[in-house]
């Protein structure tokens, strides 16, 4: 039975955390489940509230990000943006190294990668990387024991941003470097980092265009030229993708989902969503829920 949810539940890190960063390595066996609640907990559809770091050792683990399913292996890294919700569909006896850390403990250079790799699909690591990240996130392990260490925060904060670096080089190792970026490249990273911190209230191209200094002809020939759609539409699925979200994973109304993604017309938005997904709001929510 499906669990009520106002809103999309979040992962909140405990007090005993130290100041924004966790650091666990679990071993997790199909066994520990011995109740439908106690599985039902562990594979419920969930945000994280830092920036998450999923590092699989052993095993395999089948995960759905955004309602994408993702088949991992040993040895690879998760990346959750705080922003994606995700969920366990099933796994086998695995071992896995995780941290979680607010954005206010990681360096802002980092911090800025993170939110232009995002979404990143799991990435699988070679042995040499995977030697690295193990002997890496076991210093990590160290300093957060070390709790009696006056320079504790600070050992521990400058030991999770090593591995943050050293991850972040292994997907940006797959993606184009940043120094090649074409200036369509550049302008549609921009736009893609306004768009994230706006969506809910700005819904024309044109309104990006200004926050970023340039014509809105140009903003979707950039768009359109990286992307193969234009900015209206880049827009419309980042506010479907939100919409969606909410419907299965909250027991929000349309309504109320509408309003909160800035739609004070509720019929508009159900006509958007209709249009943009060949199905009505309700008979996506009714669809996706057992």
Known sequence: MRKS?????????DEDFT????????????????????????????RDEGHTFHIVEKGTITIEIDFKK??????AVVYMHPNQVHRILDFSEVTVCSMAIKEENIHPDYL????????????????????VVSSTFSLCQQFSLLKNNK???????????????????????????GTNLSRFEQVTKSFRQVLEKNFHTLKRPGEYAEKLNIS????????????????????????????????????????????????????????LFTTATGISAGAFRNKNRD
């Open 151 to 177: 320079l504790h925060h600070s050992l521990l904060k400058d030991s999770c941003n090593t591995l943050i670096a050293f991850l972040l080089s292994q997907f940006l190792n797959q993606q184009k470097a």
């Open 216 to 271: 809105t002809s140009y903003l979707n020939e950039c768009i359109r030229n990286t992307t193969g759609i234009s900015a209206s539409q880049y827009i419309r699925d980042r506010i479907i993708l939100e919409a969606k979200r909410l419907l299965h994973h909250s027991d929000k109304s349309v309504k109320e989902i509408a309003f909160e993604l800035g739609y004070v017309d509720y019929s508009y938005f159900a006509r």
């Open 70 to 75: 993702h088949i991992v292996t040993a040895p």
């Open 5 to 13: 949810n106002r809103t999309i539940p979040v992962n909140s890190m």
């Open 112 to 131: 800025q990668f993170l939110e232009e790799i995002a979404p990143a699909d799991p990435l699988a690591l070679t042995a040499e990387a995977n030697s």
């Open 19 to 46: 100041r924004g960063i966790s650091i666990d390595k679990l071993s997790i066996h199909k066994s520990d489940f011995k109740t439908v609640e106690q599985h039902e907990t562990a594979t419920e559809s969930h």
